[in-house]
């Protein structure tokens, strides 16, 4: 069935590092992923998506890895700064309009 | 507006109330999505409109909850017999693409609506 999880709950890392939150996914038919960033107390925000014929696609600082062979999804947030502490959430579509979302990875981010 | 509108912000009913809460999607969105987001746990989708449209409410949990947009943009999500289940932040998003995902794939969230039932 549609199930989308993540590996990490929780990640910390050094401000300047690279950072790298990782993604599971089910459901062999979805054919476009999205990642999402949640700040407290807001709604979550888009940061990129990529649809299951490419394998990378790179943003500002972002890159997302997919590899439909192990069903495995990544974020990649490069220089990681202190505005990029949050909840991030990998979330599929199976080509209709409901987007399923995992239950999120917290990413610390240490001065 | 620039963003999605959602209120009220904060909720609190007592077990057994009815409450409602309001979305105001982005101008020109015919895509309009209600979730539901437990602490520390994903958005769960409940339901989903195009334009007045509602074309799946696979995801409510019960027949207590009931969601509307009777002229296309504004939606409401109802709530009868609150139970402290129910306590949770409900978030409604909009998107401009009619399948809510093929073509740009954003959805825009609101803020969120925290309901807390005591």
């Known amino acids: 069935g549609e199930s989308v999880g993540l590996h990490l709950p929780t990640l910390s890392v050094q401000e300047g590092d690279n950072s790298i939150i990782n993604c599971a996914y089910s459901n062999s038919a979805s054919d476009y992923f999205i990642w999402y960033k949640q700040e407290s107390g807001k709604g979550p925000q888009f940061i990129i998506d990529i649809r299951s014929n490419m394998d990378k696609r790179q943003g500002q600082r972002v890159t997302v890895l997919l590899n439909k062979t192990v069903k495995h999804l990544s974020l990649q947030i490069a220089a990681t700064q202190p505005g990029d502490s949050a909840v991030y959430f990998c979330a599929e579509n199976t080509g209709g309009f409901k987007t399923i979302f995992g239950a999120g990875t917290r990413l610390f981010v240490k001065a | 507006g620039a963003g999605v509108s959602q209120s009220p912000r904060y909720k609190v009913a007592k077990r057994g109330q009815d409450v409602a809460l309001r979305c105001d999607p982005i101008s020109g969105h015919v895509s309009l999505f209600w979730y539901q987001q437990a602490l520390g746990q994903g958005p769960e989708f409940l339901t989903y409109f195009q334009n007045e449209a509602q074309l799946d409410k696979s995801g409510l949990p019960s027949d207590r909850f009931f969601a509307e947009r009777p002229e296309g943009s504004v939606s409401t999500l109802k709530i009868q017999r609150t139970q402290q289940e129910d306590s949770a932040v409900y978030l409604c998003?909009?998107?401009?693409?009619?399948?809510?995902?093929?073509?740009?794939?954003?959805?825009?969230f609101g803020e969120g609506s925290r309901l807390t039932v005591l």
């Open positions: 998003a909009s998107s401009l693409a009619t399948s809510g995902g093929a073509n740009t794939g954003e959805l825009f």
